[in-house]
């Protein structure tokens, strides 16, 4: 079942915070903005109004990617190939220097701590690698060879 993957967790508790936002904090704002008298010029009004339209998008945003999300489980993910959840040890085949990356959904990418986006280019071009493959990869500064040192799947964790 696809809420063993951690993403999934915490968008359900954004949406869960959102939800609580637009059926309890929004009607007390719209209430107190309401007590102010004459609405067409009432910032406090626009305001919330405008927020609450912003928190209908973002669930619907939510609720849509949850729905994508349920699609994958650990059973859909690769075993022995770089997917969603492996760690990669690479080398640079130009510099020599050796990296980390770890593939996780776009909402969790981090490159500054090794977390690269399956929608990235980087994420893409190890899809579906093996240990002691040549991958290339364009990047914004050129083209870049990494060999695959070292890969460790989500089956590979402890549960």
């Known amino acids: ?31 107190q903005a309401r007590a ?13 109004k405008e927020r609450q339209g912003m928190l209908h998008a973002r669930i619907g945003q939510i609720e849509n990617r949850i729905g994508e999300l349920s ?6 993910i690769p075993n022995g190939r770089a997917g969603y959840g492996s760690r990669l040890e690479v080398e640079d085949t130009s510099s020599g220097e050796r990296t ?36 290339v990869v364009t990047t914004p500064n050129g083209r870049r060879t990494f060999e695959i040192l070292e890969l460790a799947t989500i089956h590979d964790e402890k549960s």
Do not use: C
């Open 1 to 31: 079942m696809s809420r063993d993957l951690p993403i999934i967790a915490r968008l359900q508790a954004e949406l869960a915070a959102l939800k609580r936002e637009l059926s309890v904090d929004i009607p007390k704002l719209l209430e």
């Open 36 to 48: 102010h008298g004459d609405l067409r010029e009432n910032a406090e009004y626009h305001a919330t």
């Open 71 to 76: 699609m994958f489980s650990r059973a859909s």
């Open 100 to 135: 980390s990356y770890w593939l996780v959904f776009p909402e969790e990418a981090d490159p500054a701590k090794g977390k690269v986006s399956l929608s990235s280019p980087i994420g893409r071009a190890f899809l579906n690698r093996t240990p002691g493959d040549e991958v």
